[in-house]
């Protein structure tokens, strides 16, 4: 129902669309499958945008922002606060975007270590890099420079470190099994 209901929404029936996310909430929220219910949010927000909705379309947003903070979702958390900054943006309230925007990079950070295949790393990591920028640009705008390069530097050390983890830097098997060990501590914590 949810992809149905997208494929409505991007075929211009958003009536139809909206049946098929309503039904496929519902039945997310009864079977208790928390994806289903967040993607069908989710895509509800995107069906408002097609139709440039904006009023509903924010609706949208800060039911996702919510459902996602409340199941801990973090992938769904930080696009949750981006699209919703997004919308600020649009009406204007930068403090409140700036806000949302620094809060999706909180949980970007809490994550990070947490990450296991090198797919999910790149896609995580790729959907990182939008929300740095997205603050950085925001704070400049706003004429707040240091803002702007402190959030610049922490996104060039969070991608140092990150291209630091992915490789052996080690010297000798001591070292490398230090370093091992402290991945693992680190994943553990």
């Known amino acids: ?13 958003g009536d139809g669309a909206r049946r098929h996310l309503a039904v496929s ?5 009864k079977a208790g499958y928390r994806i289903g219910e ?5 895509f509800l927000n995107q069906v408002w945008l097609l139709e440039k909705n904006i009023t509903e379309g924010r609706k949208a947003a800060e ?11 973090p992938f769904y958390q930080v696009w949750a606060k ?20 620094r809060e999706a990079i909180a949980v970007i ?7 296991g295949s090198d797919v999910l790393k790149e896609t995580y990591l790729f959907n990182r890099q939008v929300v740095y920028e997205s603050l950085i640009e925001l704070l400049a ?7 702007a390069l402190e959030t610049a530097e922490r996104a060039k050390s969070r991608i140092l470190v990150d291209l ?4 052996d830097v080690s010297r000798n098997p001591a070292e490398a099994a230090l370093l091992k060990e402290e991945r693992k501590i680190s994943g553990d914590i």
């Open 1 to 13: 129902y949810n992809f149905l209901g997208l494929a409505d929404g991007i075929r211009g029936n």
């Open 25 to 29: 909430l519902d039945l997310a929220r």
């Open 38 to 42: 967040i993607d069908s949010i989710f």
């Open 63 to 73: 039911l996702l922002n919510k459902t996602a903070d409340t199941y801990r979702f």
């Open 82 to 101: 981006f699209i919703l900054s997004r919308y600020f943006v649009g009406f204007g309230d930068n403090v409140r975007a700036a806000g949302l925007l």
């Open 109 to 115: 950070e809490k994550q990070r270590a947490n990450l």
């Open 141 to 147: 705008r706003e004429g707040d420079y240091a803002g």
């Open 164 to 167: 630091l983890a992915g490789k």
